[in-house]
């Protein structure tokens, strides 16, 4: 059976974000006990940003969506969604990719208070993205001005789909989503929690095909995603 993601949002136009980012302040070491533990019993948050544009280190978040998953499941109710005021004008080019506008963000939260909400959120959670060093850099840099760190083990389902599929394989989200015949109408394609929800349902069948073939720990996903890093830099250091 697919999956079918549904949500009431905006409809946008399609844009691709570029996947080659290198930004060595996320290198660090999964715990061992991490390493160890099994798929299944993993806390995952499965995250997704919108942007005012490409550039990690110049521009600014404008929406972050995420969702919980435990045990191989998602929890309902456990959601995180939120609008965020850039502190300056939101490009018409992003705009037409997110369908975020000015006049949408110019009562939210901005990022000093979003970012600090996500954080919370994300406690304890292995964090999930789709081209996971664009979301984490936005993220990191909030961090570094906030005193805070995301020390969470990190799961890239670009490099996940590389495992499963082949590195000369298509590894957009809505590749993956088509071979995995899980539907993003468009209707929901590049909002944050739309993203996330899409994310996590690719991810949650990845993770089945992982463990079908014998890759039952974060550790040995870990080393299966190290060994496809040309095509995206893994977020947890050896």
Avoid: C
């Avoid at 499965?46 to 110049?58: A, S, V």
């Avoid at 993003?184 to 394609?189: A, E, L, M, N, T």
């Avoid at 550790?219 to 040309?230: D, F, V, Y």
């Amino acid at each position: 059976a697919g999956y079918m993601v549904t949500l009431q949002t905006e409809p946008d136009a399609t844009a691709q974000r570029p996947l080659v980012f290198d930004f060595d302040l996320f290198s660090r070491a999964a715990p061992a006990s991490m390493r160890d533990a099994k798929l299944n019993d993993l806390t995952l948050v499965i995250f997704d940003t919108e942007t005012t544009g490409l550039l990690p280190d110049k521009d600014e978040v404008v929406q972050i969506g995420a969702v919980r998953a435990i045990n191989g499941r998602l929890i309902a109710g456990e959601v995180f969604d939120t609008l965020v005021n850039p502190g300056r004008k939101i490009p018409p080019t992003s705009t037409a990719v997110h369908g975020i506008s000015d006049d949408m963000v110019a009562d939210a939260p901005p990022m000093a208070q979003a970012g600090a909400r996500f954080h919370q959120f994300a406690r304890g959670a292995v964090l999930v993205a789709h081209n996971a060093p664009f979301d984490m850099a936005f993220m990191q840099r909030w961090a570094q001005g906030a005193g805070k760190t995301f020390d969470n083990p990190v799961m890239d389902t670009v490099l996940l789909s590389a495992v499963l599929f082949g590195a000369s394989a298509e590894h957009t989200l809505d590749a993956i989503a088509d071979r995995l015949d899980v539907t993003i109408p468009d209707v929901v394609r590049h909002t944050a929690l739309g993203d996330a929800y899409a994310t996590a349902a690719v991810l949650l069948k990845m993770l089945a095909m992982l463990q079908a073939r014998g890759i039952e720990t974060f550790g040995e996903a870990l080393t299966e995603m190290q060994k496809h890093t040309r095509i995206l830099p893994d977020l947890n250091a050896t």
